[in-house]
Every structure is written in C-alpha cells, then in structure tokens.
C-alpha cells in the first residue's frame, strides 16, 4: 500500500478509528512517550475470499476485528484492503536526554517544527495531522461493481475480480463513459 496516496474510510469508520487513535496518543502523551509509529497490516480484498468474511463478519464485514479501507491504484481504480493496525516503538520517554537532544536539533535547524526529536504534545499532534492528511472520509463509498459512482461521480469498476492475463486493467470513467485526463 502506498502512502503517498491517501486511504478512503466511510466517514462513521474513519471517526472512530481517528477517536481512538487520539486517546491512545493522549494517554502516551500523558505518560511523556514520543517516537511511536503506526503499523499497518493489509490484505487486498479479493473476490474469492469475500463470502468466507461475510459468513464471519457480517454483510458489510462490520464486526470484523479489521477496518476497511480503499485506495486508487495507478490505473485509478479503486482497490479495498482489510486494515488492521496498532501503534508500536513507544518506549521512548521524553526525558532529560531527550529534551537535550531536542534543544540541539532545534538550535541547529533554527526551527522546532522540522527537529526529529520533540516533545510528547509535538509529536502526537504531527502524529495525527499526518494520519488526518493520509486516511480520509470519503462519504460515498459503496461496494464496488459495475455502474457504481465514487463521491467524484467517477465509476468504479469491480476490482475485486481476478482480470484475464491479456485484458486491459479497467477504466475509471466520467458519468457520459469518457476516461478523465489524468487516469
């Protein structure tokens, strides 16, 4: 998965997925902790597994120990992912040492917005802003398949079907079927 480009959420998801990253990051922030990443797991959503999650999970997969998320591939198509994920490395405390490194980071870039190291409340709110850039509330997420409209009114063809070796990848095309100029 690439994160130069953003994950997709329905909006109730991404809500409580962004809460409860905002408490976990609060009580670290609460107990001094800095320098914590995210770990994200991911698995495509393919076709032939999807009746196995159903059964399992519900229709719509929402008791899933897993949050769902879609991304546009390079040929603008739109590819769901089963997403898990937890914060991870939060053994870093913001003592003594720390706030000295910091004080040098920031003296020697002249800046406290591009130091590495930084205090608890700095680095959750970095923290969250880059996740706020990166995972967004898309409100017209629907299952894919032929004819559906994404919230840019663009179709989303079924990507979760295995494609033919010698078949082109499908289109993302305007409502009057043209292919924007930049897919």
Known sequence: LDLDSPIFFNPEVLEDLLSQLAKDTAFL????VMDYSLLLGLSEMLAEEDQAYKDCYGEHEESGPYYIGYQRNAEGVLVGHRICM??????????????MEYGARVMQTCSTVTAS??????????FLDFLKRKLIADPAIVEPGPGNKDALGLIIEDSF???????SPPLVTDLAGHVPPDA
Not at 117 to 126: G, K
Request: net charge positive; hydrophobic share 30%; with cysteine.
């Open 86 to 99: 937890g914060i991870i490395d939060f053994l870093q405390r913001f003592r003594t040492r720390k706030k």
């Open 29 to 32: 922030e609460m107990h001094h």
């Open 117 to 126: 190291v930084c205090p608890p409340s700095v680095y959750r709110r970095r």
């Open 161 to 167: 079907s295995p494609m033919p070796q010698d078949a």
